[in-house]
């Protein structure tokens, strides 16, 4: 398997999570930015937990996501140091991070649900312009939901969204014929249990 390239940046407010912290034109000018200079894909997903920031690259471009930020925010004499910034440049960082942002989530399932929700509306707007890097956290929530030590609850929560987005995008998914019936397996034995 190659090495992927995938990294994460998630820039949240570190007082209020009850709305958004960027707006869409805010994201809409930072995309075209970082997209122009980096010549790569990067995927944007802005809900009430922070500004999600995917991209492929084997460089780690923090620095200039937080420079490009602290442009935009000048118009609005907010601070960067206002936002509690967290990078993660492998799919095993990743991975984690997913893994405690759900189960923090799962105990406040109304949150977790609009989250999930709009993670997936975002992701199916994001489609055919960031189709690899879409590909790239697939297998990373793959992974998540197939492994045995996570919790289950948390793999229920969730696969019902992800099992929907791959059958009705299989366009975005690497080997969605293999992973259907694994897939069913996984929910077959929570239905058991």
């Not at 390239?5 to 007082?15: A, D, T």
């Not at 809409?28 to 010549?39: C, P």
């Not at 590909?135 to 929530?141: A, C, F, G, R």
Request: proline share 3%; with cysteine.
């Amino acid at each position: 398997m190659e090495t992927s390239l995938l990294k994460y940046l998630i820039i949240s407010n570190k007082k209020d999570m009850k709305y958004l912290n960027f707006t869409h034109n805010d994201i809409t000018v930072l995309e075209n930015f970082l997209k122009g200079i980096v010549k790569t894909e990067i995927m944007f997903i802005n809900t009430n937990l922070g500004l999600e920031i995917y991209y492929l690259s084997p460089l780690n471009i923090k620095k200039l996501i937080i420079s490009s930020l602290e442009l935009i925010n000048s118009q609005r004499n907010i601070d960067v140091s206002t936002y509690q910034i967290s990078s993660f440049i492998n799919s095993e960082e990743i991975s984690n991070h997913i893994c405690h942002n759900f189960s923090r989530l799962n105990s406040m399932p109304l949150s977790y649900k609009c989250y999930i929700q709009s993670l997936f509306r975002q992701i199916e707007l994001n489609k055919t312009k960031n189709i690899r890097v879409i590909k790239e956290l697939i297998d990373i929530w793959y992974e998540i939901i197939a492994s045995p030590n996570y919790n289950k609850n948390i793999r229920l929560n969730f696969i019902k969204p992800f099992n929907k987005f791959l059958i009705e995008n299989p366009a975005v998914t690497n080997n969605i014929e293999i992973r259907k019936p694994l897939i069913k397996n996984s929910l077959s034995l929570f239905k058991r249990n």
